[in-house]
Protein backbone atom coordinates (compact mmCIF):
# COMPACT_ATOMS: atom_id res chain seq x y z
CA UNK A 1 0.00 0.00 0.00
CA UNK A 2 3.17 2.54 0.81
CA UNK A 3 3.50 2.67 -3.05
CA UNK A 4 0.16 2.62 -4.22
CA UNK A 5 -0.84 5.96 -6.70
CA UNK A 6 -1.75 9.16 -4.49
CA UNK A 7 -5.62 9.13 -4.49
CA UNK A 8 -7.41 11.46 -6.89
CA UNK A 9 -10.94 13.03 -7.93
CA UNK A 10 -11.34 10.13 -10.02
CA UNK A 11 -11.65 8.51 -7.19
CA UNK A 12 -14.87 10.01 -5.55
CA UNK A 13 -17.17 6.89 -6.25
CA UNK A 14 -15.33 4.90 -3.57
CA UNK A 15 -15.42 8.28 -1.17
CA UNK A 16 -19.00 8.92 -1.97
CA UNK A 17 -19.93 5.18 -0.98
CA UNK A 18 -18.49 5.63 2.15
CA UNK A 19 -20.07 8.86 2.80
CA UNK A 20 -23.33 6.99 2.23
CA UNK A 21 -22.53 4.83 4.87
CA UNK A 22 -21.77 7.78 7.33
CA UNK A 23 -25.38 9.30 7.28
CA UNK A 24 -24.90 11.70 4.62
CA UNK A 25 -26.06 10.66 1.55
CA UNK A 26 -23.46 12.26 -1.37
CA UNK A 27 -24.82 12.68 -5.60
CA UNK A 28 -22.01 12.97 -7.52
CA UNK A 29 -22.48 15.11 -11.06
CA UNK A 30 -19.99 15.36 -13.53
CA UNK A 31 -19.38 18.19 -16.36
CA UNK A 32 -17.25 18.35 -19.74
CA UNK A 33 -15.35 15.30 -20.52
CA UNK A 34 -13.19 13.95 -17.58
CA UNK A 35 -9.59 13.50 -17.92
CA UNK A 36 -6.39 13.10 -16.04
CA UNK A 37 -4.80 16.54 -15.37
CA UNK A 38 -1.83 17.31 -13.08
CA UNK A 39 -0.95 15.10 -10.37
CA UNK A 40 -0.88 17.62 -7.68
CA UNK A 41 -4.21 18.78 -9.03
CA UNK A 42 -5.65 16.06 -9.06
CA UNK A 43 -4.70 14.85 -5.28
CA UNK A 44 -5.93 18.72 -4.28
CA UNK A 45 -8.95 18.59 -5.61
CA UNK A 46 -9.76 15.30 -3.95
CA UNK A 47 -8.43 16.35 -0.97
CA UNK A 48 -10.49 19.41 -0.86
CA UNK A 49 -13.94 17.30 -1.78
CA UNK A 50 -12.89 15.55 0.90
CA UNK A 51 -12.67 17.59 3.45
CA UNK A 52 -15.85 19.76 2.62
CA UNK A 53 -17.93 16.38 2.78
CA UNK A 54 -16.09 15.88 6.03
CA UNK A 55 -17.17 19.12 6.84
CA UNK A 56 -20.58 18.41 6.04
CA UNK A 57 -21.08 14.99 7.93
CA UNK A 58 -19.57 16.90 11.11
CA UNK A 59 -20.80 19.93 10.98
CA UNK A 60 -23.42 20.28 8.60
CA UNK A 61 -26.55 18.46 10.02
CA UNK A 62 -28.20 18.28 6.84
CA UNK A 63 -29.40 14.12 5.33
CA UNK A 64 -27.73 15.23 1.47
CA UNK A 65 -24.66 16.94 -0.17
CA UNK A 66 -24.06 17.32 -4.06
CA UNK A 67 -20.36 16.92 -5.38
CA UNK A 68 -20.31 18.68 -8.68
CA UNK A 69 -16.97 18.31 -11.11
CA UNK A 70 -16.72 20.71 -13.95
CA UNK A 71 -13.61 19.75 -16.21
CA UNK A 72 -12.56 22.68 -18.35
CA UNK A 73 -10.33 23.43 -20.66
CA UNK A 74 -7.71 25.12 -18.46
CA UNK A 75 -8.71 24.11 -15.18
CA UNK A 76 -11.18 21.84 -13.10
CA UNK A 77 -14.10 23.53 -11.11
CA UNK A 78 -15.49 21.62 -8.34
CA UNK A 79 -18.25 22.52 -5.83
CA UNK A 80 -19.60 20.90 -2.86
CA UNK A 81 -22.66 21.97 -1.48
CA UNK A 82 -25.17 20.69 1.41
CA UNK A 83 -28.23 21.24 2.64
CA UNK A 84 -27.40 21.42 6.22
CA UNK A 85 -27.74 24.39 8.90
CA UNK A 86 -25.14 26.28 6.82
CA UNK A 87 -22.91 27.33 9.51
CA UNK A 88 -18.98 27.23 9.17
CA UNK A 89 -17.06 25.01 10.77
CA UNK A 90 -16.30 25.73 14.00
CA UNK A 91 -13.30 24.49 16.64
CA UNK A 92 -9.89 24.11 16.31
CA UNK A 93 -9.74 22.49 12.88
CA UNK A 94 -7.99 23.45 9.76
CA UNK A 95 -9.96 22.56 7.22
CA UNK A 96 -11.12 25.62 5.37
CA UNK A 97 -7.86 27.22 5.92
CA UNK A 98 -6.16 23.80 4.62
CA UNK A 99 -8.85 23.62 1.04
CA UNK A 100 -8.09 27.34 0.54
CA UNK A 101 -4.50 27.02 0.48
CA UNK A 102 -4.59 23.88 -1.12
CA UNK A 103 -6.40 25.95 -4.04
CA UNK A 104 -3.95 28.91 -3.45
CA UNK A 105 -0.96 26.57 -4.26
CA UNK A 106 -2.04 25.96 -7.76
CA UNK A 107 -3.10 29.76 -8.05
CA UNK A 108 -6.50 28.96 -8.06
CA UNK A 109 -9.44 30.06 -6.66
CA UNK A 110 -11.72 29.20 -3.32
CA UNK A 111 -14.45 30.19 -1.84
CA UNK A 112 -16.68 28.28 0.94
CA UNK A 113 -19.89 29.87 3.29
CA UNK A 114 -23.59 29.51 3.93
CA UNK A 115 -25.84 29.06 0.84
CA UNK A 116 -29.16 31.25 0.56
CA UNK A 117 -31.72 29.26 1.26
CA UNK A 118 -29.70 27.23 3.56
CA UNK A 119 -26.98 24.92 3.76
CA UNK A 120 -23.37 25.29 3.11
CA UNK A 121 -21.12 25.44 0.15
CA UNK A 122 -17.55 25.07 -1.26
CA UNK A 123 -16.04 26.23 -4.53
CA UNK A 124 -12.88 25.68 -5.75
CA UNK A 125 -11.17 25.94 -9.72
CA UNK A 126 -7.66 24.58 -9.96
CA UNK A 127 -5.95 25.78 -13.30
CA UNK A 128 -3.82 22.91 -15.10
CA UNK A 129 -1.54 25.28 -16.74
CA UNK A 130 1.46 25.38 -14.78
CA UNK A 131 0.73 22.31 -12.31
CA UNK A 132 2.63 19.46 -11.99
Known sequence: AGLAPQPGVVDGARRVARRRGG???VVRGVEGTPRPGPIGVDL????VVQEALTNSLKHGGGARAVVTLRYRD???ALEVTDDGRG???????????????????FGGSF??????????AVRASLPFQGAV
Request: aromatic residues 6%; hydrophobic residues 35%; charged residues 20%.
Open 74 to 76: DAL
Open 44 to 47: SAYR
Open 23 to 25: GLD
Open 111 to 120: EAGPRAGGGF
Open 87 to 105: EAPTGQGHGLAGMQERVGI
